[in-house]
């Protein structure tokens, strides 16, 4: 009883200073609201710890999501935004190879890729989430005030180099399993017996679809993070509510 006499001794005396500093138009809900705001957080700013802990939950909820859409089949094969293309060597001969009957071995091989793409990136997800757990609350603060993608940005600058060099050898164990290994090494070979052409691919397929597919994942990370600020559905924790909530 005495709790609830205090807090509502201290909302009319907060009421109070706020209605001498506001124009007479000013609306009391409004006033109510900023009241109970700053008697909610007497700081006027969400916590340390809560800045940094809802941003690593933002980019915990983001990879799952952002995984969970390209794991499945034809997560990359049948999104155009993230679908993996032909090496650029290829792409080069490719009206060529369809000439002389190779049109199927090439579809096959872009298929190929995207399939061990969409198997190898589950394991991303951890991989994302160690990333982050370190990360300062000075950074954390401005990826907060930043731009819609200042997580992702953020997560890429710091950890593209590192993700990618425990990211391949997933990839490359996930290519062997679904056949892009030996589609390569076959188109290859049919490659050099072509006139004129004659010369070896030369494509490093592992350190190709691993970046290709870190790239992907980045740019569906991108979007789950742009729904986090700006959807409140979006925010399926009390902890992405309340950091993204009073992010305005």
């Known amino acids: 009883m005495k709790n609830k006499v205090r807090f509502n001794c201290l909302l009319v005396a907060a009421a109070a200073c706020f209605v001498f500093s506001f124009p007479c138009y000013g609306n009391w809900n409004d006033i109510l609201k900023q009241v109970q705001k700053t008697l909610g957080n007497s700081s006027g700013e969400l916590s340390q710890d809560k800045i940094g ?28 935004e993230i679908k993996i293309p032909l090496p650029e060597k290829v792409k080069k001969i490719e009206d060529l190879l369809k000439t002389v009957g190779l049109g199927s071995q090439v579809d096959a091989f872009t298929e190929s890729m995207n399939h061990a793409a969409e198997k190898a ?7 994302f989430w160690d990333a982050v757990k370190g990360i300062s609350f000075d950074d954390a603060k401005k990826i907060l005030k930043g731009r819609d993608n200042e997580a992702t940005l953020y997560l890429k600058d710091k950890t593209a180099t590192r993700l990618l060099e425990t990211f391949k050898p997933l990839v490359h164990q996930t290519m062997g399993s679904v056949g892009v290994t030996k589609q390569y090494q076959d188109l290859e070979t049919k490659v050099k017996n072509i006139p004129f052409v ?41 902890l992405l509510k309340d950091v993204f909530g009073s992010n305005k």
């Open 198 to 238: 004659g010369t070896s691919l030369n494509v490093d397929l592992d350190q190709y679809v691993s970046e290709k597919a870190l790239n992907g994942l980045f740019i569906m990370l991108e979007k789950e993070e742009q729904k986090i600020r700006k959807d409140p559905a979006a925010r399926v924790t009390e």
């Open 121 to 127: 990136a589950p394991a991303a997800k951890d991989l």
């Open 53 to 80: 802990k809802g941003l690593r939950e933002a980019l915990k909820v983001g990879a799952e999501n952002a995984v969970k859409k390209v794991s499945v089949v034809n997560g990359y094969l049948g999104n155009p």
